[in-house]
């Protein structure tokens, strides 16, 4: 499990430029970084030794003629691209071949008609597969981060509102204690607890229960998220509400919150009106951080709840040289990294006037 | 607000277990839960590799014969077959009134597609490149009869033909061959797919109506468990009624829950560890266009010596240490789980340290410099090996450092290192840039696949792992692969596995047994007094009851 430490929000300054040239010139640079990933994910799995046309299978009865026909079937036959056969054991070709007809170039050209390619190992459009598994991960995580966010804001706010209480050591003993669980070791003792009380132990769904009305198969999903979410949860609200405290307590040091203590606003006013909004810029940095990596999934919760996420696929697909689906996996999540950062700074020119695109 | 928010999520978070809870609380008493730790690949017969996606396909599909825990075979699909006296057509007569699940009927049109189909379509690396080369033509008669024409006399064709499931014509004829999922799955076998979620779950309904077999329970649901702790966990809350695999390290505290009976076997597909010696002749490197680099240690070719670390290996410490005692001593690549085939008249080379030191002393390779480690007769290098394994390898690590201590007793040290599975097949074969390795092997009913990794042939193909080349043994293999005489071949295989015992080609540390477990408050029937183990196979699921 990933983890950020927090740290202070430098705003923008100094730049002024024309709002749409600057909107205008992140697209550029998000495009730009996308096409990058692109290219890098076609070598970076390439340079990796051994033959996917093996990987699957090691068996005395598959003849040369069967690893052949898998390796046309798979395009592993074409040159990688001219002058490189292969990057691993590298193996120089000619470098006059079509470049039309090399694994790089129908790669890209695939990929820009939106074509992913087939799973190696199930033999399955990849994109299906990733549809499958994004879903079942964006499900989990998204309740997991929805529900760490909104407790550990709560906590956060009211450990720097009480701050140098008992209510406020609680609160960062109790934090600083979860953040620092390991998370599969969390996982595990609340599998046993769940396994104990009829909680199921794996998958996201009781199989038969497709054919139940809509409302119930919600319900089951629900019922299958519940340890899963709960072990995400407890992870990260530690981390949220730590944050939370300490930008709070930042922004209640402020002069202005001083003033509006003087004008005789409430706490419940200040808290709301004047605080709040402008110590959440931090958290919404490191909410942006972590759900561009949502997507990922989180592979310690998944493994030990069997959720078919895309943490999972990720982690099966290398074993298994399975290229088509690391490429398209990885593309899915540099492109949810970049977006999200993307948003997470037209985001803060909401929160904070003082990072203006004008 | 915030606390508004929060409240209405652990109102929600509570209606949704309460509705759940409820749920779970009403499952069928007839719906058998198996939990495993994996997943079919695809459900496309030709393209499965996993043993998982052939545990499904034995249930819901038919073929020709039924292989048996006992290793021996019996006819299905056909109520009759004749063979002709050059053993080269054989003559199925179908059984009449074998219905698919859709209601339409099987016939010998279906066999003939495909067995045709698996024949005709390259692209099938499994099926096609060693069950159907023999294959000469396939027809179907008027009156529901199958004439397979083959090429070559052979005397395994029941092993042939037991994983060629049967497919319906009517609905593969009309699909892509390759790209076909097959997820809805039409066949003709005890069970039906009902529904499929990979990396989830599978579904299968009771075909009450199947010739042979039809089974008493309702449903069968195999769950799948990334997690080993978890399966265990729901074998032992109820979950699940029965679990196909479990690390060796539950069995003590499983066998000692109430209601749960172990079961220890071999396996269904019987499985072999090998410590693998590097023993290629330079005349034999396939060469550098095959992928050939020969870097083995030169000792390694000396007989004496793989002789000498044979003795020095304690096999019943490994088993006990590395298994924890859940396997047999192995000699060679053919398991005892083979049944018949596996040459049990065989003594192994006994465990004897002062044995082994004696015939390396004999031989010349002396500790010339005093540093405990002998050189080679020449004095040219000393006796220091190489010892890779897969790093997905569970056993290897530990069985690694076993192996140092007692070689280590015999002036022989090694370099232990683990390898990604995918490099040490680079390394492995055909390149043989190694000098030990442990890896394994899963077997074919017929022992004739894991004999020919011993022969001279196979050494450029990559099948062969140790480079081992003896003509009289080449020569013994392809007269087992034509002797239809089932004693005569069983007499050749059996001098085929003392032969490369006798030359220390491999040492078989042990032959894994495989546990699995079921609850015995669920269901009765499950079969396990057989000498291979598989809870989910037709065998047991198609027998077991639940209990009133």
Known sequence: MRKILPHPFIPFQGVTLNRTRTLLKKIAWSIFTILFVIILNFFLFRVLPGDPARAGIRDPRLKKEAVEMLRVRFGLDKPVINCFDSLNPIKIGSCSVNPLDTQFFIYFRNLFQGELGISYHSNRPVADVLTERLWNTVLLIGAGQILSIVIGVIFGVFAAWKARTAVDYTSVVTSLLVWSLPTFWLAIILLFWGSNHGLPLAGKSTPGSSSLPLLKQWADIGWHMLLPTLTYTIVYMGEYTLIMRSSLMDVLSEDYILTAKAKGLSTFQILKDHAIKNAMLPLVTIIAINLGFTVAGAIQIEAVFSWPGLGGAIFEAVGRRDFPILQGAFLLIAITVILANFLADLTYSFLDPRVKME | ?548
């Open chain 2, 1 to 548: 607000m915030k606390h508004k928010i929060l409240y209405l999520l652990i109102l929600v978070a509570l209606i949704l277990s309460a509705c759940g809870g409820g749920q779970s609380a009403g499952a069928d008493a007839s719906v058998v839960h198996i939990g495993w730790a994996g997943s079919p690949d695809s459900l496309n017969p030709g393209l499965a590799i996993l043993t998982e996606a052939y545990t499904i396909f034995g249930l819901v599909y038919d073929s020709m014969y039924t292989l048996n825990l006992n290793g021996s075979f019996t006819l299905n699909l056909a109520s009759s077959v004749e063979r002709s006296d050059d053993g080269l057509v054989y003559t199925f007569k179908i059984k009449d009134g074998v219905k698919w699940h859709d209601g339409k009927p099987l016939t010998a049109e279906d066999v003939s597609f495909s067995y045709n189909l698996y024949k005709d379509t390259p692209e099938y690396p499994y099926l096609n490149g060693y069950y159907t080369p023999y294959f000469s033509s396939i027809e179907a008669t008027a009156n529901n009869e199958v004439i397979l024409t083959l090429t070559e006399a052979i005397p395994n064709i029941e092993s042939q033909l037991v994983f060629l499931y049967i497919l319906p014509k009517h609905i593969w004829e009309n699909e892509n061959k390759i790209e076909f999922e097959n997820t809805t799955m039409i066949g003709s076998g005890p069970f039906k797919m009902a529904e499929y979620v990979q990396n989830e779950f599978v579904r299968l309904t009771a075909n009450k109506e199947h010739f042979a077999t039809p089974p008493k329970v309702d449903e069968v649901i195999f769950q799948t468990f990334e997690n080993q702790d978890a399966l265990i966990q729901a074998i032992k809350t109820g979950q699940m009624d029965m679990v196909t695999e479990m690390p060796n390290t539950a069995v003590t505290s499983l066998k000692t829950v109430k209601n749960i009976e172990v079961v220890i076997g071999a396996p269904f597909s019987p499985g072999v560890s090998d410590i693998i010696f590097n023993q290629i002749k330079e005349e034999n490197c396939p060469t550098a266009e095959e992928g050939g680099i020969c870097t083995g240690h030169p000792a390694l070719r000396d007989r004496n010596v793989r002789l000498a670390m044979a003795h020095a290996t304690d096999k019943q410490k490994l088993i006990d240490v590395v298994l924890l005692g859940l396997g047999a001593p192995g000699l060679t690549l053919i398991p005892d789980g083979l049944g018949v085939w596996y040459n049990d008249s065989i003594k192994d080379f006994e465990f004897d340290v002062a044995k082994a030191n004696k015939i390396l002393d004999d031989a010349g390779y002396l500790d010339t410099d005093g540093d405990k480690i002998r050189e080679m007769p020449d004095g040219s290098r000393p006796l220091t090996f190489r010892l890779n394994w897969p790093s997905d390898s569970i056993t290897a690590p530990r069985m690694a450092e076993l192996l140092s201590e007692m070689w280590a007793g015999i002036g022989i040290s090694l370099e232990t290192q683990a390898v990604d599975p995918d490099a040490l097949t680079a390394q492995c074969c055909p390149a043989f840039d190694f000098d030990l390795m442990l890896w394994g092997w899963a077997s074919d009913p017929d022992p004739s696949t894991l004999l020919y990794v011993y022969t001279t042939e196979s050494v450029p193909t990559g099948s062969s792992e140790t480079g081992y080349s003896n003509p009289a043994y080449d020569k013994l293999y392809a007269e087992q692969q034509v002797e239809l005489e089932f004693e005569a071949r069983k007499a050749i295989i059996w001098e085929m596995q003392r032969i490369v015992h006798e030359d220390v080609v491999y040492i078989i540390p042990f032959y894994e047994q495989a546990t699995q477990a079921y609850r015995t408050d669920r269901f009765t029937g499950w079969v396990t007094n057989q000498p291979k183990v598989e809870l989910s196979d037709v065998s047991s699921l198609a027998f077991i009851e639940p209990i009133k």
